[in-house]
């Protein structure tokens, strides 16, 4: 069997969750492409799955409790964790990620996670009030601080009847996690940030202001990001492409929601920021859907500044990504307005972009930028939007190296 997780060493932690039945499914597929997988269940794990049949799955002994592991002849936990080449979790419950954020140690699974400097990725997936709740939003940012990977969770309707974030990403997108976390080249072990797409900004419940940016760019530029081994976090608006496999995908529609991912997201190596994100929100957008006014008067919609996420994170005096690089979207004298926003914005780079619609750029498939650092000015022949990734992830990686 080929491929990048052929002989890898998979320790799957089971958490208690009802999408633990969904794990099954997912040890199926890292064995089919080559893995080996020894399984941990939580004791609230066993209430979901059956240690027999998870066992079965995995072809391999199933370990669940502290006193498993007593019989030092067969594995003690230290060696347990060590001799995985990954440890994931899934699902990770609100209550386990609250344990591995605290580094507590009181049964088998997180004993496991503590004991070890084994590369970590977890599966969350829990009820969307307790996903959204800030002690685990504080738990997940702890966690990514301390190098944790994460996928998902998605978006969707629950077992519990809600509907929302929470549900654990699928088994194929996990598979896709894990193989980024063996991913080699020059960005391995470097976490970049990446904001992509439009953003919304709502009038009232069913309107909003937006506008033309697809997220092509910035998509292709996580997967080339991903190809040289980066980790890449990636935060996005409502955009028309796909997201990247391989990428921790943080969606958002707003530049405020933006801006609070994009905090969350840090600290990164580098971060770039290709969002399209809009300058003005509605201040007075409606709770209710807007009616017409009987004498035909348009409503009055007021506007906000918003945030500027890109100069906000270029400004940081403490946690600054290394690397800060921005877009400029122009439509005249574009290497003199790029060459100022670069100043003004204070990031190290600005991509700058001809957006007037002759060109076809905002939502075709070719770009054509200058890129525009302390040295000077340096335009690219116009070419793919996935050839311009390249290109920069290249010139990224160099500058990290
Ligand atoms: N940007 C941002 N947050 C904003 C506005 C822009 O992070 N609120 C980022 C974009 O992602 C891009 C860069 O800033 O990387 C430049 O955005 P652009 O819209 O071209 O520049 P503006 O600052 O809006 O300047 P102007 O509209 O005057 O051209």
Same mark, same amino acid.
């Given at each position: +069997?080929?491929? +990048?997780? *052929?002989?890898?060493?998979?320790?799957?932690?089971?958490?208690?969750?009802?999408?633990?039945?969904?794990?099954?499914?997912?040890?199926?597929?890292?064995?089919?492409?080559?893995?080996?997988?020894?399984?941990?269940?939580? @004791?609230?794990?066993?209430?979901?799955?059956?240690?027999?049949?998870?066992?079965?799955?995995?072809?391999?002994?199933?370990?669940?409790?502290?006193?498993?592991? =007593?019989?030092?002849?067969?594995?003690?936990?230290?060696?347990?964790?060590?001799?995985?080449?990954?440890?994931?979790?899934?699902?990770?419950?609100?209550?386990?990620?609250?344990?591995?954020?605290?580094?507590?140690?009181? %049964?088998?699974?997180?004993?496991?996670?503590?004991?070890?400097?084994?590369?970590?990725?977890?599966?969350?997936?829990?009820?969307?009030?307790?996903?959204?709740?800030?002690?685990?939003?504080?738990?997940?940012?702890?966690?990514?601080? %301390?190098?944790?990977?994460?996928?998902?969770?998605?978006?969707?309707?629950?077992?519990?009847?809600?509907?929302?974030?929470?549900?654990?990403?699928?088994?194929?997108?996990?598979?896709?996690?894990?193989?980024?976390?063996?991913?080699?080249?020059?960005?391995?072990?470097?976490?970049?940030?990446?904001?992509?797409?439009?953003?919304?900004?709502?009038?009232?419940?069913?309107?909003?202001?937006?506008?033309?940016?697809?997220?092509?760019?910035?998509? #292709?530029?996580?997967?080339?990001?991903? #190809?040289?081994?980066?980790?890449?976090?990636?935060?996005?608006?409502?955009?028309?492409?796909?997201?990247?496999?391989? *990428?921790?995908?943080?969606?958002?529609?707003? #530049?405020?929601?933006?801006?609070?991912?994009?905090?969350?997201?840090?600290?990164?190596?580098? *971060?770039?920021?290709?969002?399209?994100?809009?300058?003005?929100?509605?201040?007075?957008?409606?709770?209710? /859907?807007?009616?017409?006014? *009987? @004498?035909?008067?348009?409503?009055?919609?007021?506007?906000?500044?918003?945030p500027d996420i890109l100069a906000a994170v270029a400004q940081r005096a403490e946690g600054r990504?290394?690397?800060v690089?921005?877009?400029?979207?122009?439509?005249?004298?574009?290497?003199?307005?790029?060459?100022? @926003?670069?100043l003004r914005k204070g990031c190290?780079?600005?991509?700058?972009?001809?957006?007037?619609?002759?060109?076809?750029?905002?939502?075709?498939?070719?770009?054509?930028? =200058?890129?525009?650092?302390? %040295?000077?000015?340096?335009?690219?022949?116009?070419?793919? /939007?996935?050839?311009?990734?390249? @290109?920069?992830?290249?010139?990224?990686?160099?500058?990290?190296?």
């Open positions: +069997m080929d491929g +990048m997780l *052929a002989q890898k060493k998979i320790l799957l932690i089971i958490g208690g969750g009802i999408a633990a039945y969904k794990s099954l499914d997912l040890i199926r597929r890292l064995r089919e492409r080559g893995c080996s997988v020894t399984p941990v269940l939580t @004791k609230a794990a066993t209430e979901f799955v059956t240690p027999l049949s998870v066992s079965a799955l995995a072809g391999a002994k199933v370990y669940t409790y502290l006193f498993d592991l =007593t019989d030092e002849a067969e594995m003690g936990h230290i060696q347990l964790s060590r001799s995985a080449d990954l440890i994931v979790v899934a699902p990770a419950t609100a209550d386990l990620m609250a344990k591995m954020a605290q580094g507590r140690a009181d %049964d088998l699974a997180s004993t496991l996670l503590l004991a070890t400097d084994t590369p970590v990725l977890v599966a969350p997936s829990m009820n969307v009030r307790m996903w959204d709740h800030p002690a685990t939003q504080r738990n997940l940012a702890v966690l990514r601080g %301390d190098g944790v990977g994460v996928v998902g969770p998605n978006e969707g309707d629950m077992a519990c009847g809600e509907y929302g974030p929470g549900r654990m990403a699928e088994p194929l997108e996990i598979v896709t996690a894990v193989e980024a976390q063996f991913r080699a080249g020059p960005l391995a072990g470097r976490h970049v940030l990446v904001t992509s797409g439009p953003t919304h900004e709502p009038i009232d419940p069913v309107r909003y202001i937006a506008n033309r940016s697809s997220g092509a760019q910035g998509t #292709a530029l996580a997967e080339a990001l991903l #190809a040289l081994g980066a980790r890449v976090s990636f935060v996005t608006g409502p955009a028309l492409v796909p997201p990247p496999m391989g *990428a921790e995908v943080i969606r958002v529609e707003t #530049a405020l929601q933006m801006q609070q991912a994009v905090e969350a997201a840090l600290p990164a190596d580098a *971060a770039v920021f290709a969002a399209a994100v809009a300058d003005w929100r509605v201040e007075n957008s409606s709770v209710e /859907k807007i009616k017409k006014d *009987a @004498k035909g008067a348009a409503p009055a919609l007021r506007f906000a500044e918003n990504p290394r690397l690089v921005g877009f400029a979207a122009e439509t005249e004298t574009v290497v003199a307005h790029a060459t100022a @926003k670069r190290d780079w600005i991509v700058a972009n001809d957006v007037s619609p002759a060109t076809g750029i905002m939502g075709g498939a070719e770009n054509a930028v =200058t890129v525009i650092d302390a %040295d000077g000015a340096e335009t690219w022949p116009r070419m793919s /939007k996935a050839d311009v990734a390249r @290109k920069l992830a290249d010139r990224i990686a160099k500058a990290l190296a």
